[in-house]
């Protein structure tokens, strides 16, 4: 038989193992409200631009807002809404509209590291998140050999 102070230790902590559960629950609501696992997207690095698509599972048709960062700096910010046939031929998106291209900016020779961002509106619209789209882009820009040796 359990005495009166171990039933209200089992109470005790039963109230603690819901209380966690709650909190926990309350914790996953708010991060997918901010953080939208619904994005998609890839990118690739050409010698001229960084380029690919972002889809969002959640509104299949809508053109997502895309920024490009390299090495951590905000570069420039785009619509991904350019013709991308292989992305809706794959199942990814319904329509083809949902490619991004950015101009490569001058860069400095060395290793770089990009990364393309989905932006996503808060509820009441007063704040942006960005969700990282694929994995980072690492590349090199090669030193330009000076002309006839000079």
Do not use: C
Not at 26 to 39: C, D, G, K, N, Y
Not at 69 to 98: C, K, M, Q, T, Y
């Amino acid at each position: 038989m359990l005495t009166p102070n171990r039933k209200l230790v089992n109470v005790l902590i039963g109230k603690s193992i819901i209380e966690t559960l709650l909190v926990g629950a309350l914790a996953v609501v708010a991060f997918i409200m901010v953080f939208p696992p619904h994005f998609h997207g890839w990118g690739e690095v050409t010698d001229q631009a960084i380029a690919g698509w972002a889809v969002n599972n959640v509104e299949p048709y809508q053109r997502v807002p895309v920024q490009l960062f390299i090495n951590g700096e905000f570069v420039a910010a785009a619509v991904a809404d350019l013709s991308r046939p292989d992305v809706s031929a794959a199942g990814w998106a319904r329509d083809p509209w949902h490619g991004y291209m950015f101009r490569l900016p001058s860069l400095p020779a060395g290793q770089h590291e990009a990364r393309i961002y989905a932006t996503h509106d808060s509820r009441d619209g007063n704040r942006k998140s960005l969700q990282l789209l694929g994995n980072p882009l690492t590349f090199t820009i090669e030193e330009v050999p000076p002309v006839n040796g000079n």
